[in-house]
């Protein structure tokens, strides 16, 4: 069974701190989804990332892929209030890509 | 385009009720997929279609039944509402083509059951 941990659960950062979002699972997959939800609203997809050593970036935020290590990390640069939010990782397995999702990253940024 | 909508918004219903969720999307994708999403967590998969009449248990298909019938709709039964079933449930489609599988939300669907 495919397990996606996120971590941290809740991160509190002031507005211009960095800062990475850890997201690692437990079988091999090559495809790997970063989304963003505000309170009571659907996902937002941030990030897809298909390959090994795959790194994108949008704005503050830039997202990258280990496969070897199983691992993907979202980082965050120079934080602004606007980025809080919950931000998930999902891993695709499968010919449908069914999607098996991290329990969240809830992040607040104070100004 | 309206992209994934889904219907209702918002639903309550009574242990025991029945109910079905519509989901609908314009982008001629051929997957379709339903998650629930219960508080604190991440979405879990329900079920899903691969295509018009196909359709495939997800992690919790229990208590849960689907249909496609129609490549643009995908439907979620409920035939005997259960509080456990209390959730925000989403749909997703997502296109074959390009190779991301990029799956795109509908707006969700609160429900409660009581």
């Known amino acids: 069974e495919l397990k996606v941990e996120q971590n941290p659960l809740f991160l509190s950062m002031q507005e211009g701190k960095n800062y990475t979002i850890y997201c690692n699972y437990s079988?091999?997959?090559?495809?790997l989804y970063w989304y963003r939800q505000d309170p009571g609203k659907s996902l937002e997809s941030l990030f897809v990332?298909?390959?090994?050593?795959a790194v994108k970036q949008e704005g503050r935020l830039m997202a990258s892929l280990d496969t070897k290590a199983r691992l993907s990390t979202l980082h965050i640069t120079a934080a602004v209030h606007d980025l809080s939010a919950t931000y998930f990782c999902?891993?695709?397995?499968?010919?449908?890509?069914?999607?098996?999702f991290g329990t969240g990253t809830r992040l607040q940024v104070t100004l | 385009n309206a992209g994934v909508t889904q219907t209702p918004k918002f639903r309550v219903l009574k242990t025991g009720q029945s109910m079905t969720l519509l989901c609908a999307q314009d982008?001629?994708?051929?997957?379709m997929y339903w998650y629930r999403q219960d508080p604190g967590m991440g979405l879990r998969l329900i079920h899903y279609?691969?295509?018009?009449?196909?359709?495939a248990k997800g992690e919790v298909p229990d208590g849960y039944n689907v249909s496609r019938l129609k490549k643009q709709n995908f439907l979620l039964g409920l035939e005997s509402a259960a509080p456990s079933q209390t959730s925000v449930y989403f749909c997703?489609?997502?296109?074959?083509?390009?190779?991301?599988?990029?799956?795109?939300f509908g707006p969700g669907t609160r429900l409660t059951v009581t």
């Open positions: 999902a891993v695709g397995t499968g010919t449908a890509s069914k999607l098996t």
């Open positions: 279609s691969v295509g018009e009449g196909t359709t």
């Open positions: 997703a489609s997502s296109s074959t083509s390009g190779g991301s599988y990029e799956q795109y």
């Open positions: 079988t091999t997959s090559d495809r």
């Open positions: 990332l298909l390959s090994n050593g």
């Open positions: 982008m001629n994708h051929e997957y």
